[in-house]
């Protein structure tokens, strides 16, 4: 191992990563022929092959998931130094990883800016998932911190409430309900609902509160995204439940509105989360107090602006 080198541990993570040497070699903008070659040098200084082929895919071999194991473990103790180094220099250096949930899209890029002007050092990549994909990621320790709803009751966190996030019916602005004023949820009945995607938190929570009171939605049809369902509202497919944060007021107030239904708004909230014991570093610890003290001041401020808007 002693003459195995830092790049091709890069290289090598970047394959595992991607499951690809194809993609890898896309990221780290090199030939692909130099990432096989480096991935065979480094597989010959472990003195057992890291992958292997099966058909058309590429399986990471016992060893190669010990090693990939390693590589996250140096990589990041290497990004911690690198953040002290900054930070004994005076400077706020580094990079933050963040998993943010897609109800939250709408508002922590918004955040980000003020944040990279105070931090102009700071490189930031963020991955936008629903409630499965982030769960995943806080398990495997692959981001630094995570904005969510739902917290996972098998795995040790640290939890810091951040702002509601409150889930609303939504229909098309022309719809026969529109006007009403607290709609019994069995009015809905006939109603066709557009749902999230199995393995979003949004769609789990509308799923309990449907069950707890026996009610039984009509689905047409399901979409991963607020995005797409906001547009399939809007052109007449059915209504649907979604956050209170995706609907911003240029949509709002052209074709989609809330509708007041009885047991709505569903009362969610946004944590900060990391894994229970996790050191944050410099740099995460920086975000982390911007967003609880300007980052929140400005997201409440932001949002009660949004939904006086939309209620005109
Ligand atoms: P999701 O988000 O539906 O994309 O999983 C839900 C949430 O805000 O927890």
Redesign the pocket.
Known sequence: MRQATLHQLKVFEAVARHNSFTRAAEELFLTQPTVSMQVKQLSKAVGLPLFEQVGKRLYLTTAGKELFITCKDIFEKLSEFESTVSNLKGLKKGKLRLSV????KYLIPRLLGLFSQHYPGIDISMKV??????SERLVNNEDDLYV???IPNDFDVSVVPFLE?P?VVVAPRSHRLAQEKNIPLKTLADELFIM?EP???????VQKLFDNHGFSAKVKLDLGS?EAIKQAIAGGLGISVL?RHSLTSESMNSEIVVLDVEHFPIR?H?YVVYPAGKQLSIVAQTFFDYLMNEGKAIAEHNFLNNISLNQK
């Open positions: 949930i897609t109800t939250a998932t629903n409630h499965e994909g982030i969510m709803s739902q996030n889930l999230r393995g979003s938190g949004t769609r789990q929570a607020n956050s969610q946004w």
